[in-house]
């Protein structure tokens, strides 16, 4: 019955609302591929335009016509590991030591 | 004329007042950032990243011309991400498996 329901729905897996969020998974999984890799493989750029991306399209996904949950999740997901993706990259960059500089002075 | 065409722009459903037109708006970010990384060495290039920029660019162009409000913005900026995709998936993989017959004839040489 709840299968049928959602084979069904109008967000459901026969609609193109269904599989959009799905590709964007793919941010989620690569990024996650990603964490595993050395720093210094992280794009600045690519990291940094996704997490403000994702901080869009969160909001995107609440306001649009029909409203997604499955994007939200994606998204909200996707923020937290380009997150932490920027955060290892500005640590192998030397951004983050703060302790450091201070035993310097 | 101009400023009715901007009334019609400032107050349109996916217009410069609703998450409709800066979600896509800063979405070209990550084209513009892969297009800035096309001068990166491939072997630094993520094959996970680039396949899913790719794949979301080609499904969100379906997508964008179905949700409400229809979103040409949207649409536009994923074709984009499939274009800048494609491109940067293609030079890894010409660098990883084409040009290895080159490295292997130069190692023959030596």
Redesign the interface.
């Known amino acids: 019955m709840a299968f049928r329901a959602f084979w069904n729905s109008p967000v459901g897996p026969k609609t193109t609302h269904f599989w959009g969020p799905v590709a964007n998974w793919g941010f989620v999984t690569a990024g996650l591929a990603d964490t595993q890799k050395p720093p210094q493989m992280i794009s600045g750029n690519m990291t940094a335009a996704m997490c403000i991306c994702s901080g869009l399209l969160m909001r995107f996904a609440w306001m649009v016509q029909p409203r997604n949950y499955l994007l939200l999740a994606c998204h909200a997901s996707n923020e937290i590991v380009q997150l932490y993706q920027l955060s290892r990259l500005a640590k192998s960059q030397g951004y983050l030591d703060q302790k450091k500089e201070e035993v310097e002075r | 004329m101009a400023a009715s065409k901007l009334q019609a722009f400032w107050n349109h459903p996916a217009g410069p007042k ?3 037109f ?2 896509p708006t ?2 070209w ?2 084209s ?3 297009v ?2 096309f001068s ?1 060495p491939p072997e ?1 290039l ?1 094959y ?2 680039q ?3 790719t ?2 660019g ?3 162009s ?2 964008s011309t ?4 229809k979103n040409w913005n949207l649409f536009s900026v994923n074709v984009a991400m499939a274009v800048t995709g494609l491109y940067q998936l293609a030079r890894k993989i010409r660098h990883d498996y084409f040009s290895e017959t080159e490295v292997m004839a130069a190692s023959k040489e030596h």
């Open positions: 609703t998450i409709h800066w979600a800063f979405k970010g990550i513009i950032a892969n800035a990384d990166k630094k993520s996970p990243q396949i899913a920029v794949c979301t080609f499904v969100w379906r997508y179905v949700i409400t409000p």
